[in-house]
């Protein structure tokens, strides 16, 4: 399956990058995405949340008052959660939201992703390009040429490239990663992916 390649200026060139079908052209797994998608935004939350239940409450424990004869419901120590101040029944504790998803499916999820972006053509091949300094109005332009700048953009590099990720920094809606650390939930949440054309191959033997 072949793909044209374009320049830094948006233009198409006469090469042409043949992408393999293993990576590319697989059946999707639409559930493999979802449960890498979800395991990776569960990584990301802290789960530090916390909050204190009557055990943990600073407070007397002296019995407010007489268990009967006042006409009102009987109550506890001031630390009861009915009163403000009091514990919290069955508050969040802090906890790992992370969990395990086999290294098989997550390759698959990857693939299939990469399959839904190329069969709605949303995969464009860029030459190997560099600047010479970090330079965000470079790179503006560049997404500019293809049309990118007010839509989600990831460029995906075959090796750390510093200039190109400095000069991608201050742009909200850009994101630059290399190929080794492509993951399922970066592939979905792009509108379009730019593919250096020396990552192609890093991602072919990735995955």
């Not at 268990?67 to 959660?81: E, H, L, T, Y």
């Not at 400095?166 to 993951?183: D, F, I």
Request: glycine share 6%; aromatic share 6%; net charge positive.
């Amino acid at each position: 399956m072949k793909i044209a390649v374009h320049n830094i200026k948006g233009k198409e060139t006469k090469k042409k990058v043949d992408l393999s079908k293993d990576v590319f052209g697989i059946e999707p797994n639409d559930h493999a995405i979802y449960l890498d998608v979800k395991q990776h935004l569960a990584s990301q939350r802290s789960g530090t949340h916390s909050s204190k239940e009557r055990g943990q409450i600073a407070g007397s424990r002296r019995k407010l008052r007489k268990q009967k004869g006042s006409g009102a419901a009987r109550v506890g120590d001031i630390k009861n959660p009915i009163f403000r101040g009091g514990g919290r029944v069955f508050g969040p504790r802090p906890r790992n939201y992370g969990f395990k998803v086999n290294k098989k499916v997550k390759r698959l999820a990857r693939k299939s992703a990469l399959t839904h972006k190329l069969n709605e053509n949303n995969i464009i091949i860029v030459e190997d390009f560099n600047f010479d300094t970090p330079s965000t109005k470079l790179y503006s332009n560049a997404l500019a040429s293809f049309e990118l700048l007010d839509n989600k953009s990831l460029l995906v590099l075959d090796k750390p490239n510093n200039n190109i990720l400095l000069s991608s920094r201050n742009l909200r809606k850009a994101k630059v990663v290399l190929a080794s650390e492509l993951n399922t939930y970066d592939i979905m949440n792009a509108s379009k992916m730019l593919f250096i054309e020396s990552s192609i191959k890093v991602v072919e033997e990735t995955f």
